[in-house]
């Protein structure tokens, strides 16, 4: 890279030097070196080299911060090991945090004291965002959404087209002429987001959703303005870009009367806007925001829908997303609605807080600077879905219906890979008529 300057420098040592950040400050001291977290983490026991261990990752944000904002460091660098904000760590930097992490968590639960790694990771690579370093891939997909309204830089033309096709088929599946996937309906009680790759790639996901709320007798919609669940600012780190598309869905909350924010199958997104979204944009929201998962659990606890597992019969596994379950909590509603909905629901070992994240995450399926990383990596996950036997892998973000779709191909498992509305929806039982085996 060019040689940095002092401008630009100044712009990551900023982030460190925030001593209103007691958050920051206490979790940068804070790490023993205990070397418990190395077997934790995806990246060192696929790769088993010392940079993957996500303490040398804390140790490269932490060595900067005590070069630059503590005594010892400014006055004694070698003794504390101290680094200067130079090319060269720079290059590390990008290559260990955004290269090697997947801020999955996974060695943050199972740190020893409990040090925020992925916090720290993060913090990171806001100071790459801030001295303008993210790379190129993440960025554009990221410019992509502040520009277009999503990430997949979808025209409005497209994908009005996309939902009315889906909406005839909708009709078809349900048998019945008056359903249809409502748009830009003021006064719903719920507005239904997306991942912009469903209509892109998985248009099949939307219309098991739309199903979903047929039979729920549901009152929704859509926005062709602000459908974007995704934030991929969120991975980036840069927290002027993630307010802004957070704010957009914020907007059209208000601008359409919702009474509720559904948030599509999508990890990373479901955290960014419901947990990270209020601290972007500096204000509480006035509306309830749930995930979708969340929502069928109570439809099938409410009985607002039926279900036949028999339409299920194949044995099924379920993939948890690291931001949906280990940060945003949801561990429990899925494997309600799984068991609910096939006759065969098996677990993958280890599942739940301490799942293997599948290697998607932390933007890497946007970084194919990174690509043979991301598949060495994905190893782990092949190896736990060949153990459980399965034929069909479910998992609640489209994060991970990409990685594992390239994980099914790559290693030639011969699985399906679905979201849960797509198995809810295949076992949705419509009319009394139908035989149930509940």
Known sequence: MAKLSNDIAEKGLSVLKDKN????????????????CADSCIYYRSMPEAKFIPAKKVD???????RYCT??????????????LDEETID????????????????????SIGVDISYLVRTGRTMLSNMGLVPKTLQSTIDSAITTGNNMAISDEEFVETLEWLGEDLQMEVDDDTAHIPLNQVGK???????????????????????????AGERWTLSTKMYDVTNYAYYSGNIGEAGVIAQRLYDEMEKLGAKKCILAECGHG??????????????????????????????????????????????????????LVRSGGILQE????????????????????????????????????????????????????????AKVVVTPCHN??????????????????????????????LNENENTSK
């Open 21 to 36: 950040n007691g958050k920051l400050i206490a979790h940068l001291n804070s790490c023993v070196h205990c070397g418990l």
């Open 60 to 66: 490269l944000v932490s060595s900067i911060y005590r």
């Open 71 to 84: 005594f010892s460091g400014r006055v004694f660098p070698g003794l504390v090991g101290a680094r200067d």
């Open 92 to 111: 590390e930097m990008v290559d260990l945090l955004f290269g090697a992490c997947t801020m999955c968590g996974r060695c943050t639960v199972h740190c």
């Open 189 to 215: 009680d719920m507005l239904y987001t997306l991942n912009p790759r469903e209509p892109k790639f998985f248009p099949l996901s939307i219309s098991a959703m739309a199903k979903v709320f047929y039979a």
């Open 270 to 323: 479901s955290r960014a806007f419901r947990w990270e979204g209020p601290n972007y944009i500096r204000k509480p929201y006035p509306f309830e925001v749930l995930t979708s998962i969340e929502l069928m659990a109570d439809y099938i606890r409410t009985d607002k829908i039926k279900l036949d597992p028999g339409k299920n019969p194949d044995r099924v596994t379920l993939h948890d997303p690291c931001n």
């Open 334 to 389: 899925q494997r309600y609605i799984l068991k609910k909905a096939c006759l065969d629901f098996v677990e993958m070992n280890p599942h739940g807080n301490d799942n293997f994240c599948c290697g998607g995450g932390g933007g890497q399926l946007a970084m194919s600077e990174y690509n043979e990383r991301r598949i060495n990596i994905a190893k782990l996950k092949a190896d736990q879905i060949i153990a459980t036997g």
């Open 400 to 429: 991970c219906v990409d990685q594992l779709t390239q994980i099914n191909v790559t290693f030639k498992l011969g699985i399906q890979i679905k979201t849960v509305a797509e198995v809810v929806a295949d076992a949705i039982v």
